[in-house]
C-alpha cells in the first residue's frame, strides 16, 4: 500500500473519530498522474450531497506525459465510491454540529485508488497547543531512551 498524499494538517486541526476507506472515481489520466505522486489533500474536504459523497478541493496535476487536448481541471469535483447505508451512516454523523469530513490520505490498494475518509471534530486552540506539548515530550523521551541505549 503506497501513500500518494497525505493530509497531516488534519490530524493537528481536528480529533479524528472514525475513519472509512472510499474507492475515488478518476477521469483519463489522473490515476496515471496519482502514480507520480502528484495530489495533494491540504484544502481538501468530502461533502455528502444528494445520496453522493464528493471529494472537493483534492488538487491532482496533470499528467506529465499526457495529451494536451483533453486536459482536466487539477481540482474538479471527484465522486467517492461508497455503499448506499455507509454514505447514510456518514453523512448523519457529519451533519451533526461540529463534525467534518476530511480526506486523510490517498493511497493504492492494488490497482485501484483509494481515499480514506476521517470523520473528525474541530480542535480549539488550547487542545491544539496540547498535541504540541505532547509531541514534544514524546520527543524528549526518544531522545533520553537513545542517549541512554549508547
Request: charged share 35%; hydrophobic share 35%.
Amino acid at each position: 500500500m503506497k501513500d500518494v498524499a497525505r493530509n497531516k494538517k488534519a490530524y493537528y486541526d481536528y480529533n479524528i473519530e472514525e475513519t472509512y476507506e472510499a474507492g475515488i472515481a478518476l477521469l483519463g489520466t489522473e490515476a496515471k498522474s496519482l502514480r507520480e505522486g502528484k495530489a495533494n489533500l491540504k484544502e481538501a474536504y468530502v461533502l455528502v450531497r444528494d445520496g453522493e459523497a464528493v471529494l472537493l478541493n483534492c488538487h491532482i496535476s496533470p499528467y506529465s506525459h499526457g495529451s494536451t487536448h483533453s486536459e482536466l481541471e487539477p481540482t474538479r469535483t471527484r465522486k467517492l465510491l461508497l455503499h448506499k447505508k455507509e454514505i447514510e451512516r456518514i453523512g448523519s454523523k457529519a451533519a451533526l454540529k461540529g463534525y467534518t469530513l476530511l480526506p486523510l490520505k490517498i493511497y493504492f490498494k492494488g490497482s485501484r485508488a483509494k481515499v480514506l475518509v476521517g470523520l473528525g471534530k474541530g480542535k480549539r486552540f488550547f487542545e491544539k497547543r496540547d498535541t504540541i506539548k505532547e509531541r514534544e515530550a514524546r520527543v524528549e523521551i526518544q531522545r533520553a531512551l537513545k542517549d541512554r541505549n549508547q
